[in-house]
Structures are given as C-alpha cells and as structure tokens.
C-alpha cells in the first residue's frame, strides 16, 4: 500500500516537471496587450464596434493578436493572409465553433449550422443546404429574386422613411419563398414577426458576460429552487419561442407540399422529391434544421447591404449616375434588369462590391475554434482559443482598396484582385456562408432594379439633419446603417408604369 502510495507521489512529480518543461518550453502566444493575472484582457476588451479597436491594436501589435480573457485564448486575425493561412489552409483544425452554453446548448440556437460544433451532423446540414444553393440550382430563383426587388423598390418609392422595414420586408420574404415556399402577408406576417423576436432573444442570450453559466457551465445543473438559477426558466421560455419558428414554417409546408398554396421551387419541397415523399425520422431533423439554418442565415444579412446601397447612393449621387447610365446603355428603358444582364453590367457589380466592402454585413464574421494546439509564426495558439477574423480590416486594407473610407466602385474595374477579395464578407474556410452565392443574386437585382427606376436623394439622420459621408455603423454580429431616411422617386412615369406592369404579369 505504502508503495502504491509512493509510486503515485513520484508519477505525479514528473508529471508536473514534464507539464512545467514542456509548457516553458512551448512558444509564446501571439503578441497582443499586456493581460492582468486571473483577469487578463478583460478590462481592455472593447464592448463595441469592436473591429474598429481591433484594427487599432494591430498598428502596435501586427496582424495576428492574442487576447485573454478570463483564461480563454483569443486569436484576432486582421489580415487576409494570416484569415486564409489558418482558417482555409489549416482549415482541419479551425473549423468548429466556441460554446455558447447559455444561446447554443440551453435555448438551442447550436443545432442549426451557424453555431454548431464542426460534427457529423453538421457537414450533414451543410452538404444538404449546399447542393441547393449553389450552381444551376440557384438560377431557379432568379425570377423570384426579380419579382421581390421589383415589388421592393414599389413600395420604397410609396413609402420611403419605412426603407428599413421594407427592406426587412424583402430579404425574409424571399427566404421564407425559397426556404418553404410560403407566401409572406404584405404586413403583419406572423413568420417575420416571430423571427424578429427570435433574433432579439438570441441577441440577449449571446451577449458576452450576460449569463454566468457561460464561464460555469454546470451551474445548468443545478435544481430549480436554488437561488441564481432563474436563467433556466429564461432559457426554457426563450426555447420554446425558437422552437416556434424552427417548426412553425417546416410544418405549414410539410402539410401542403401538394398545393397550389406552396410555391416552387423551394428547398424543402425540392429535397422532399428527391427523397420521394418520404424521410427518414434522421433525414427530417437534418432537413428541419438546415431549412431553418437557411432562413436564420438570409433573415437579416442581406437586410444590412441593401439598406447599406440605399444609403451610399444618396451620399454618393456621381456612382448612382454612373450605374444608372451603364443599365440604360446596356438594358435600355423598356425592360427592367435581370439576373441574366449581371455579366453585362460590370458596374453594378462593382457597386455590389462595394457595398459589401464599404461595411461589411458581418465585420467580425461569425467566431471559429481552434480544435488542436497550433505553431503560427513560430507562436503558439492553443486548442480551445476564439478564433475571430476581422472582416471589416480585411475590406479596408489600404494596400488593396486605396482610402477605403470611401465608396468608390471605380476601385474595381479592371482589378480582379480587389473583386475576388471582398469574398472575405462571407468568411473562410469550411465555414464559408453557404448563401453567398444566393445573397450576391439577391442583392445585386435589388441594386439595379433600384437605379434602373428610381432617384434616391437627401440623405437625413433620425434628427433630421443631413448625413456626412463618415457614417457610423452599428454594432453587432450584423451591423447595420444608423438609422436614416432618404427620397426616392420614380425617374419618370414610364419607368413606374413599367415597375407596375412587371408585377402585374
Ligand atoms: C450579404 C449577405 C450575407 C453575408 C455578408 C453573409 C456572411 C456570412 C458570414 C461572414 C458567415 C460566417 C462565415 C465563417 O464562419 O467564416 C456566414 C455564415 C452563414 N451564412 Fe451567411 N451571409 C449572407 C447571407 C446569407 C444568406 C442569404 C443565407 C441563407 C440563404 C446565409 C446563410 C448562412 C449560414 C447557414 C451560415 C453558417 C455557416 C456555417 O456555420 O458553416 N447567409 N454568413
């Protein structure tokens, strides 16, 4: 006994010489700002717009900066190449994501795609939602992308101080079309509303610091009546709203797949028939959340460019001159623009491009984790470490987009580079936005169809008085233009008249 006892004591020593050796002998972290004990960066991690501090801190500490945070590593990537040399080439170990124990595990926000841990499960939801999102496949929503950017700038030109709730409008109402093949009500649609809930409940429920069990998770555990455990009757009541809207629209379509009341094609009808009707209890839940993973993912993202596009246009009426002329040169004014023109309308792309550049949807992305421990430039980041790219650093990179403040098309032509890389706006690596390539056809025949038909002008802040061009987004995992209001009207009759007549066909 007395041996075993020994034999325990001395394995122990070793160990923890070993642990101490090999940890000294391991490289540093990343430079970054100087951490507290226990604390570490705590105190100095900014609380918003959050980017903007980040870009700072790489004047002084270079692109790649460790942070942490009491005792969680964070690995902030400010540039391109270190983004594409960790996240896409060492993509086999930065591709899962941080737990959220209180958003993601308790109310559930982490079964659909963009929470989840890189699982089975999920390259399941993945490859389900990729084959219809992608190719050929997305050519079929073309006339329905046309249809709602045709209704969309309608209504702007009736009701232009709604643009936000209009554009709102837009963006779910073409989501839950080619998610479910539901028809959205014009006003008071009880899906988007739901959603709009949704998403306020998973901004509280994400909000770093908020919820103790996030640094301690088997708090979750613990009974009911013990003092401090009121996040869980929060948690339940927040779940059951998610789950409304995960299983509200997927039921409304499974019960009228053979309808005249569904509209096709749509992504759960056109998996449905390509199973022949009939799933498998494990095919259901996977097509549950990946349909549901699709409208959370096109409910509010596209929202923030177009508003975005509206915005630059009234700060910038030259560019607006200038891809107006280039539609009327090559559309000419007797139809309106399709997505089969985009090759043909190298300038409204390069707006398009610019819009997402100019401020990005999402400046931080959506945070990865790294799953095993790394060397990068002879500096050590650990398995477990946040790992969040700095998207909006990335787009405003002075070396690639000359006075990026500016919204300047022009800074497009004839440099493929430049074009290629505002790809970063949809992420890397294995986690790239599966919807990019839809969110591009939404956003760009929302964009000519605008400066095809209308003005817009007299861009005004909430107080009344006129935007300068050094506009503050908000901020957020989707940041948004500040609240604005601008005029836009019909270039003339005709072109109203031929608005009306394409919706009426
Ligand atoms: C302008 C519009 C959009 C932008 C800028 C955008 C951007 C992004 C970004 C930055 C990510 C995180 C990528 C990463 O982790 O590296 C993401 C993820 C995602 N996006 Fe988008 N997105 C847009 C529109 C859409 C649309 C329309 C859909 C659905 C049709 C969609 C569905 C998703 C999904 C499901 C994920 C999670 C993917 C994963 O975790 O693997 N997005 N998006």
Known sequence: ME?????ALAVAAVSYALIRLLGRRR?????????????????????????LVFTEWAKTYGDCIHLKVLGQSIVVLNSFEAASD???????????????????????????MALMPYTERFRQLRRMAHKELTGAALQRYWPLHEHDSRYLVLKVMEHPSDLAKLVRHYAGSVILKVTYGYQTKPEDDPFLLLAEKVMGAFSIASKPGNWLVDFVPWLRHLPDCVPGTHFKQVARELSALHMQVIEGPYHWALARQDTPEVIKPNFVSTVMSRKAGSLTAEENEILLWSSASLFGGGADTTVSSITSFYLAMALYPEVQAKGRAEI???????????????QDLPYIEAIMREVL?????????????????????????????????NIWAMLHDPAMFPNPQEFNPDRFLGNEAALKRTSVAFGFGRRLCPGMNFAESSVFIAIATALATCEIRDPLNENGAPILR??????????????????????????????EASLAC
Request: aromatic share 6%; glycine share 6%.
């Open 3 to 7: 041996n075993t006892v020994l034999l």
């Open 27 to 51: 490289p540093p972290y990343l430079p970054g700002p100087t951490p507290l004990p226990v604390l570490g960066n705590l105190l100095q991690m900014p609380t918003e717009r959050e980017w």
């Open 86 to 112: 960790l996240l896409e080439k060492r993509s086999a170990m930065y591709s899962s994501r941080p737990r959220l124990v209180m958003a993601g595990e308790l109310i559930g926000f982490a079964q659909a």
């Open 328 to 342: 009327d040169r090559v559309v000419g004014d007797r139809r309106l623009p399709q997505l089969s023109d985009q």
């Open 357 to 389: 550049r100019w401020n990005p949807v999402a400046p931080l992305g959506v945070p990865h984790l790294s799953t095993q421990d790394d060397i990068y430039r002879d500096r050590f980041i650990p398995s477990g470490a946040i790992v969040m790219s």
């Open 470 to 499: 050094e506009v503050m987004y908000e901020t957020g995992t989707i940041s948004h233009p500040p609240p604005f209001t601008c005029s836009v009207s019909p270039r003339s009759k005709d072109h109203s008249d031929l608005l």
